[in-house]
């Protein structure tokens, strides 16, 4: 095999690319009630959203170690990349880099290259996607790393959920000073910055108007769709994702499309019913 791609489990990896012998995941961590539950494939979805509606605290999590990281750079992929979700986010990004470091401490020089998404989720899917493409199309290392890098700058996060509780425990929503509370039923239409930092791009009341507003951000916000892979996750409702795809395809006329369940992270930030959308 000439090259591995590492992908951190805030990011989903569909059913071929598990198969195809190119992708594995790093797993991060989450506790809910003093259980830790590791984001690998004995997550279970149910059991999770189950306990955290259970529990009084806020399920927190923790990113893999830079030892590990390391171990997973040495094996005889020639080229290793790693995806992780936004370093603005998370530790998991700087752990990747602190692994690459120790690797080439203990063995010397060896084509690593650790993208930050600047996103989550789905879109750190689409982004080891984009790096198999350019594999298989022959390019060479530096080539597929600045093709990769200015993908990612033009790549498109939104969402919408049903709370926004786990993320604002979590810090993750600095910055943003005027999210209306729950009790209107207002729904804020959420977004990643440049920077890959959470921003709020407008809000409805209820769940239905959010979505539809959200279409309207995607619809307008692209590029080029021709040449884009429109890219939905989602938190245990998946008849809300395909409503959103339904609308989404009726505005946009993209290259190809897909619907995937979220995983540990994202489930944990995603919470039950929540949307995300990455194009």
Known sequence: MSYKVIVDSCGELTGEMKQSGYFETASLSMEVGGVRIIDDASF?????????????????????????????????????????????????????????????????????YI??????????????????????????????????EKYIAGQNTYFVLENLDTLRKNGRLTGIKSLVAGALNIKPVMGATPEGTICQLGQARGIKKALAKLTEHVAAGIERPEEKILAISHCNCKERALAVQKALLEKIAVKSSFIIDTAGISSMYANDGGIIVVV
Not at 120 to 141: D, Y
């Open 44 to 112: 279970d979805q149910a059991d999770f959203l189950r306990r955290v509606a259970e529990c009084a605290e806020c399920p927190k999590s923790s990113c893999p170690s830079p030892e590990e990281y390391m171990g997973r750079y040495h094996c005889e992929a020639e080229r290793i990349y790693v995806v992780t979700l936004s370093a603005e986010l998370s530790g998991s990004y700087n752990s990747a880099v602190l692994g690459k470091n120790l690797y080439i401490e203990e063995y010397g020089e060896k084509e690593i």
């Open 115 to 148: 993208f930050n998404s600047r996103s989550a989720s789905i879109g750190e899917t689409l982004i080891a996607l984009k790096i198999q493409e350019c594999e298989e199309a022959g390019m060479p290392f530096e080539q597929v790393v600045e093709t990769v």
